[in-house]
């Protein structure tokens, strides 16, 4: 099994590959806070454990067998904030740090456990999709609020991230996952965004809030 360090490589991989194939030292060496050097030594090894392509210069590939590992160390980190969230009531902004370190526990039961407490979710907390047991995703076709016309009545389903500024913002804007709300009026200024609840109150979304809201049609 890998250590906690070759995990958290394999996942910052694994996310990075899920919106580019191309992955450079550079780029990953940026993401983990560590030097090139550093980054190039760990690649190193997570190849002789096949679980990575690398050649100087060339782009990091993740092999089937990384890509799965990756995905099942995901499948861990977003049980977890869904059990933090729905069985321990922690907020949507607390459960990231804390799942952070749970993820790294190697024991499948207490996962397969989680998982059966919590009636087999298929997402987490902030709408992304959970991996099955065999690292599979099930990737829902949800839509950027910003393509939304004016008029649409829709429902947020997910987040393009999860930052913690992010979801504090969503909260004093008293907007969470399920939050059912219409397009009410773009400002051709900005571009931010009037939305209407049900309960017929009105607030104004900025431009950069509304590119990180996944909303389905009603």
């Not at 004093?172 to 996952?177: E, S």
Request: charged letters at 25%.
């Amino acid at each position: 099994m890998p250590t906690q360090t070759k995990e958290n490589y394999l996942k910052e991989i694994y996310f990075i590959n899920q919106k580019s194939t191309s992955i450079s030292i550079s780029e990953l060496a940026k993401n983990m806070s560590v030097s090139k050097p550093t980054a190039n030594n760990m690649i190193k090894k997570m190849q002789e454990k096949g679980w990575v392509l690398y050649n100087k210069y060339k782009p990091i590939k993740l092999t089937p067998k990384g890509e799965t590992l990756g995905a099942l160390i995901v499948r861990k980190h977003r049980l977890t904030e869904m059990f933090l969230s729905q069985v321990m009531s922690f907020g949507w902004e607390e459960v990231h740090d804390i799942a952070e370190e749970i993820e790294h526990i190697q024991s499948i039961k207490f996962f397969d456990r989680m998982d059966e407490i919590l009636g087999f979710p298929t997402i987490d907390p902030h709408g992304s999709p959970i991996p099955d047991k065999k690292g599979k995703v099930l990737k829902p076709d949800y839509l950027n609020l910003t393509v939304i016309n004016i008029g649409q009545k829709v429902r947020l389903c997910g987040l393009t991230k999860s930052s913690k500024d992010l979801l504090l913002y969503l909260n004093k804007k008293k907007i969470k996952l399920g939050t059912i709300f219409t397009v009410q009026q773009i400002e051709n200024f900005d571009n931010s965004i009037e939305v209407l609840f049900e309960n017929k109150s009105t607030i104004i979304l900025t431009f950069e809030a509304c590119q990180c809201l996944l909303v389905e049609k009603l």
